[in-house]
């Protein structure tokens, strides 16, 4: 069975840090672009970041470039510094491979706010 399970997430004050991560099961992890995307209270999805296969190149939304940083080891994780109130948001954690198999995970809360 493919799992996705996001962690990490809460509440902090504006400028203030959270790590989430994301741990996998039921697929072959290494063969899976994984993506970071968020969804704030009565908005769309928004992609946040993305880690490559392979070679782990990484890429980030304009909103978050500098102050997140997406890693893959054993899960994925997305460290956020400077926490901004427009980062409140619901984090998912998605795997998707080159044959288009995608799989989300059920989402981590952030919410900032002093």
């Known amino acids: 069975e493919v799992q996705l399970v996001e962690s990490g997430g809460g509440m902090v004050q504006p400028g203030g840090s959270l790590r989430l991560s994301c741990a996998t099961s039921?697929?072959?992890?290494?063969?899976?672009?994984m993506t970071w995307v968020r969804q704030a209270p009565g908005k769309g999805p928004e992609w946040v970041s993305t880690?490559?296969?392979?070679?782990h190149d990484t890429y980030y939304a304009d909103s978050v470039r500098g102050r997140f940083t997406i890693s893959k080891a054993s899960a994925v994780y997305l460290e956020m510094n400077d926490l901004k109130p427009e980062d409140t948001a619901i984090y998912y954690c998605?795997?998707?491979?080159?044959?288009?198999?995608?799989?989300w995970g059920q989402g981590t809360q952030v919410t900032v706010s002093s």
């Open positions: 880690v490559n296969i392979g070679d």
């Open positions: 998605n795997a998707k491979n080159l044959g288009g198999w995608s799989y």
């Open positions: 039921g697929f072959t992890f290494s063969k899976y672009v």
